[in-house]
Every structure is written in C-alpha cells, then in structure tokens.
C-alpha cells in the first residue's frame, strides 16, 4: 500500500496538467447536457401528408422519424462521445515520461528501495486504468442521464450499452494501457543513449505493430485455442456464474495476461538499462 | 522491388535498434517491431 500511495503521488505530479484536464472535460460535458436545457423534443417535427391526392398508400414518415430521434438524442451522444475521445486520447498518452523525468529519477530511486520494477509498473498500470475508468464512468453515467432525460423508454437501452462499455473498457482499456508502458520502456532503453531519431519514431511503429499483432493473437487464440467446451467449462468454475454476455471472461483472462507480459518485459528493459 | 527496399530499411533499423542500447530485452522488441512492420505493410 505504501508503494501505492507512493507512486499515486509521484504520477500525480507527473500528469498534472492531464488531472487537471479530466475534471475539466467531465464538468463541461455535465454543464451542457444538464444546464443547457435547449429542449428540442418540443419541436414539432411532423410533416403534412397529402396521402389522398396521389391515391396511393400513404407512406410511413420513416425519414422523418429518423431525424426527430437524432434531434433527441443526438446531443448527448455526442457529447459524450466526444469526451470519450478526448479521455481516450488523454489515456493513450498518459503512460510516455518525457526525458527530464527520467533524468530526475524518481523510479529509479524506488528501484533502489525493496520494490522491484515489475510491481512498479504494475502499480503505474493499476493507477492509469482506475483513473480513466472512473472519468469514462462519470462521462457516460450523465450521458445516460441526458438520455433518460429526454425520454425514459430507452432504460433497457442505455443499460446494455452500459453494460457493453464496461466489458469493452475492462478488455482493451488495461491492454492499452500495458502496451503504452511497454513502448515507453523500449523508448527509455533507447534515450539513454541520445539517439533521436530512433527514439521519436518508436512510439508511432510500436501502437501500430503491437496493437496489430496483439488484435490477431487474440482473435487467433479465441478461435483456435479457447474452442466451445473451454468456454463452458471456464464458465462454469467461476463464481459470478453465465453473465449472458458470449465472450466475456475470456478476453479479459487473455487481456490480464497479455498486460503482465507486457509490464514483465517492460520491467526487464528497465532494469537492464539500469544495471 | 519494394521488398528489398524494405528487408533492406528492416535490417538498417535493426542495425541502429542494436547500436542504440545495451538492453537485450528492448533490442529483441524492436527487431521485433521491425519484422512486424515488414510483415504487416511491405510482405
């Protein structure tokens, strides 16, 4: 726990400017779905049918219907899409330490104590993914509620996707997260030695070969290894029982294991580069 | 053409992933990288 508490405060004042930007995203969504109450369902969006002149069957105004449930319900998908992004954004870029932290010191010092580099990373995983699962939480929670404002017969709606937002975060958000702290080790073994060029450019080939590579190891391992009877019998030994959501617990076994290789080896460059 | 091109920009970054560090776990990842990129957009 000490450690922790440790490396909250370290990341905290390393991501300053990033736990600044959060709240501020989180409370201009909330200002305008909530106070800005431009209400649109007022609007009469029905159009005149003259069904009679033409003879024919009067076409339903499907086009229309359309429009008016993307009028309704455009803005707060939006916006909270879009802080979505800007938190997704954020996330993706949250685990890079630029040279002069490094040059500081401040985990190679707790090297120095009992820790060892894995759990240091492991801890720096743990803290980035609680952070941004609680902004996408708080984000989408008032989405909902600017949802459920408008019209309250998509409950069921709004709960399935929910649920399918948690399950996606649970199963790409610590991938993604362990893949940046991988690339950033690799970044740091090779800024030790001043070579920029080498140094600007893995970043962008890392996310590109990983993400790509990592995407068809699981859908190999998905289809070929983890076969029917595998995903019953996993199914079955775990407490919380069928969840009714195909494909749950497997992607996120694969994802804790792909994250502590990934943390592993990241913690191996480290050291290496220390020794 | 394009594949010697490329074998040819894999094994200069493979030579400059090696030069660049004394690790050989961040030496492994790049030259991994490296055949990645090969095998994904020039293979």
């Known amino acids: 726990m000490g450690l922790f508490r440790v490396i909250a405060w370290l990341e905290s004042k390393r991501m300053k400017y990033l736990l600044i930007l959060l709240p501020l995203i989180a409370i201009g969504t909330g200002v305008f779905l909530g106070i800005g109450k431009i209400d649109l369902t007022n609007i009469d969006y029905s159009f005149e049918y003259n069904s009679s002149s033409s003879g024919g069957m009067p076409s339903p105004p499907l086009s229309f219907n359309v429009l008016e449930q993307v009028l309704k319900f455009g803005p707060p998908i939006v916006l909270s899409f879009f802080a979505l992004m800007a938190g997704g954004f954020l996330a993706v870029l949250a685990p890079f330490r630029g040279d002069r932290e490094w040059s500081e010191g401040q985990f190679q010092l707790l090297r120095l104590s009992k820790h060892s580099m894995l759990s240091i990373l492991l801890v720096r995983l743990t803290l980035y993914v609680l952070t941004f699962w609680l902004f996408a939480t708080i984000i989408l929670t008032m989405g909902s509620i600017a949802i459920l404002r408008v019209d309250d017969d998509y409950t069921m709606l709004i709960k399935d996707a929910y649920t399918m937002f948690q399950i996606g975060f649970w199963t790409y958000g610590p991938l993604i997260m362990s893949l940046g702290i991988f690339i950033d080790s690799i970044r740091t073994a090779y800024y030790m030695k001043g070579s920029k060029i080498v140094t600007n450019i893995i970043p962008i080939l890392g996310w590109l070969v990983i993400g790509l590579a990592i995407s068809d190891a699981f859908q190999f391992v998905q289809g070929k290894l983890f076969d029917p009877w595998l995903f019953t019998a996993i199914r079955d030994v775990t407490l919380l029982g069928d969840t009714g959501i195909p494909m749950f617990k497997e992607p996120l076994l694969l994802t804790v294991l792909t994250s502590f290789v990934l943390c592993y080896l990241g913690s191996r460059i480290l050291e290496e580069v220390e020794a | ?43």
């Not at chain 2, 053409?1 to 920009?9: P, Q, S």
């Open chain 2, 1 to 43: 053409m394009i594949y010697y091109i490329g074998l040819v920009a894999v094994a200069l970054g493979a030579w400059l992933s090696i030069r660049g560090t004394s690790s050989l776990t961040a030496r492994i990842s790049m030259i991994g990288i490296l055949a990645g990129i090969y095998y994904y957009f020039i293979h």
